[in-house]
Structure formats: C-alpha cells, structure tokens
C-alpha cells in the first residue's frame, strides 16, 4: 500500500535555531514529492516540488532533499523565524508504469513550534 | 485573483441534514478535488474533477455528491449529514495532474460540525 510516514510528529525548536523533517515513503513509482506548510486554520501552501530525478530544491530557508533510492527526503529550515511555526505536509504523486499521475498521497505532518 | 474560494467558513448542522459546501477558483484550472482533514489524520480525497463534467471517486467518497457545470466552480454536497462527518474540508485545484510541476492551490477551508 502507498504510504507517506513523517517524523517527528512534532518539533519544539528555539528562534534561530535549524532542524530538519523527515518523510519516508514506500510510493513507487513516484512522479513527484512536495512540501507543504500549513499555518494553523488555514489551508496548505506549496514549498517545493521535486521530480523523482531531483535531489534537492530551495525556497529561501527552506531547502528539501530527496533520495529516490532510499525513498526519504528531508526538510530542513533555517535560522528558524516565529512565523516558521506550522505544520509541515510531505506528499507523494504516484505514477503508474504507464506514466499517468494519480492522486496525491499525503502524510500527517510534522508540527512545528518555534519559540522564542 | 482570488485563487481558491470557500464558503461557508464554518458551519453547525444536525444529523441527518444537507448542505452544499461551495468552491470556486479564477485561475481556469482544469483539476478540482475535495479534502476532507481530521486530527491525527493525513487529507484524505473525497471526490476529484478533471475537467468540466468530469468527476471521480477518491479515497473516501461514501456520503458526499459532487458535480462539475463549470471549470471554475465544484460544490460538494452533503446528503444526509452524520457526526462522523464533522472535519474541515478542503478544496483545491490546479492546471492538471499531467505534469510533475504543477503546484495544487487550497482554499482556506470549511469547519464543518455536525451534532
């Protein structure tokens, strides 16, 4: 079965402090992994998309990895800013062998705090 | 633009009501889906549209109706509504799923209760 794991399930770091989140994910084939933060009462917003080729991709603090051979990818922020406190969605576009996409598959999330 | 609108933002129904939760995007996008989130819980896909008159089954359809008159607008319905439908929904759209970089934008979300 598709699965997308995260973890941890939630993170308390100080202002200005990195960390990284992690996502592993048995979807294979894949067409494409992303990240998402989500603020609280709100809906998700897209960080970064990498294709099953990719290895990594930046959106100003934020930066993502991905290893296609071990099926994990990190999110790693930082110098890590209050508004960073959200929580953080990898999610997982199959493919089947046919090319065709299916739907996304999501995982929990990680919930971050940042204090200060 | 808008983006992805919802409405209501929140709402209170007794068991064994319906109602119609509305979505609408002005960005001509062709993929539409419905997301509902629970606590603990990944979104899990309640119906989806590929285009105008086209919808689909997701992971968790059983209780919910959709349909798809126009590209720019995809209600989703609840029948008869039961407490274990009480979640915030999500709606979303994008240009497609055709293409590995084609970023999926979310409205802000329904609160829905039901008692």
């Known amino acids: 079965k598709n699965q997308v794991e995260q973890s941890p399930q939630s993170l308390i770091i100080l202002e200005g402090k990195n960390c990284t989140l992690q996502?592993?994910?048995?979807?294979?084939?894949?067409?494409?992994l992303r990240w998402y933060k989500q603020d609280t009462g709100r809906g998700p917003v897209s960080l970064t998309i990498?294709?099953?080729?990719?290895n990594t991709k930046s959106n100003g603090r934020y930066t993502a990895t991905l290893d296609a051979d071990t099926k994990q990818s990190s999110l790693h922020i930082t110098a890590s800013q209050l508004s960073d406190s959200a929580s953080y969605i990898c999610?997982?576009?199959?493919?089947?062998?046919?090319?065709?996409?299916?739907?996304?598959?999501f995982g929990k999330g990680t919930k971050l705090s940042v204090k200060p | 633009n808008a983006g992805v609108t919802q409405t209501p933002k929140f709402q209170v129904l007794k068991t064994g009501q319906s109602m119609t939760l509305q979505c609408a995007q002005d960005?001509?996008?062709?993929?539409m889906s419905w997301y509902r989130q629970d606590p603990g819980m990944g979104l899990r896909l309640i119906h989806y549209?590929?285009?105008?008159?086209?919808?689909d089954q997701g992971e968790v359809p059983n209780g919910y109706n959709v349909s798809r008159s126009t590209t720019e607008d995809f209600p989703l319905r609840l029948l008869s509504a039961a407490p274990s439908q009480t979640s915030v929904y999500f709606c979303?759209?994008?240009?497609?799923?055709?293409?590995?970089?084609?970023?999926?934008?979310f409205g802000p979300g329904t609160r829905l209760t039901v008692l």
């Open positions: 996502c592993n994910y048995t979807v294979s084939p894949f067409s494409n």
């Open positions: 549209s590929v285009g105008a008159g086209i919808t």
């Open positions: 960005m001509n996008h062709e993929y």
């Open positions: 990498m294709t099953f080729s990719e």
């Open positions: 979303a759209s994008s240009y497609s799923i055709g293409s590995p970089y084609n970023e999926q934008f």
């Open positions: 999610v997982v576009t199959p493919r089947d062998y046919g090319g065709s996409q299916g739907n996304l598959i």
